[in-house]
């Protein structure tokens, strides 16, 4: 067997991993920023102090976040554009470091399966995104 098919078997089998892990993280994003926003406690623990007097900064925070994800997901379906589920990827691991700060400035504990999500969703959409562009420009 040729080693360039056989490198090229492994990285479609590797794409194909990559790709049904993104779409289970897009699907983890939007399920567990439409139950936080419902109150479930389901994804997150529903601490008095996040979710009393600042519960709309975060919630909007969701709000967006899931509107974003659907903006990108739909763009990437459309236009088979990698470099913006990338730059979502890169976004939410962002958000891990702006919910540590958030947390600081408020004196709020953030519960830590916030991080935990968005590191998941972060590395799947780095991954997935890294390997299509890479893919790209090496057939052309």
């Given at each position: ?10 990285l479609n089998i ?56 659907i903006a990108v ?68």
């Amino acid at each position: 067997m040729n080693t360039r098919s056989l490198s090229s078997a492994s990285l479609n089998i590797l794409q194909i991993f990559l790709q049904v892990n993104f779409n289970a993280s897009v699907i983890l994003i939007l399920l567990a920023s439409v139950l936080s926003l419902t109150g479930s406690e389901f994804f997150f623990e529903n601490t008095s102090d996040l979710y009393g007097p600042l519960a709309n900064n975060l919630r909007l925070v969701l709000i967006y976040l899931c509107l974003v994800q659907i903006a990108v997901y739909g763009f990437y379906q459309m236009s088979s554009n990698y470099a913006a589920i990338v730059a979502l990827g890169a976004f939410l691991l962002i958000l891990i470091l702006s919910l540590e700060y958030y947390s600081a400035v408020n004196q709020v504990e953030i519960d830590e399966n916030y991080q935990q999500v968005f590191l998941y969703a972060g590395l799947s959409h780095l991954l997935y995104g890294g390997i299509c562009v890479f893919r790209k420009k090496a057939v052309n």
